[in-house]
Nanobody, 123 residues
Framework: QVQLVESGGGLVQAGGSLRLSCAAS????????VGWFRQAPGKEREFVAA????????YGADSVKGRFTISRDNAKNTVYLQMNSLKPEDTAVYYC????????????????WGQGTQVTVSS
């Protein structure tokens, strides 16, 4: 089992930055791929970014490329999502997910999910 806890969400003005954290406990986290999804009200959950256990990065929507950066610190069992130049359309609940299979993480998400953290960007 892997337990995931997100943090770092909040209210920020457009153009601002936030760094989300996904802290993991449980099994050997360093061997897991980890991803971020987001879900805005009335919309489907959307893949944002993922990082493999060796650090390869994959980004989802074109709208986040160049603004969001995913990284991981295996010594701290934590994955980060640095979000810069935030826009009101980035407002959503952000979830992290983990799985041994990167394809699952970048698809519908992995076996393990956190509870989510709210990000609100005001105009």
């Amino acid at each position: 089992q892997v337990q995931l806890v997100e943090s770092g969400g909040g209210l920020v003005q457009a153009g601002g930055s936030l760094r989300l954290s996904c802290a993991a406990s449980g099994r050997t986290f360093s061997r897991y791929a980890v991803g971020w999804f987001r879900q805005a009200p009335g919309k489907e959950r959307e893949f944002v970014a993922a990082i493999s256990w060796i650090g390869a990065r994959i980004y989802g929507a074109d709208s986040v490329k160049g603004r969001f950066t995913i990284s991981r610190d295996n010594a701290k069992n934590t994955v980060y999502l640095q979000m810069n130049s935030l826009k009101p359309e980035d407002t959503a609940v952000y979830y992290c997910t983990a799985d041994e299979d990167l394809k699952r993480v970048t698809g519908r998400g992995g076996d393990y999910w956190g509870q989510g953290t709210q990000v609100t960007v005001s105009s």
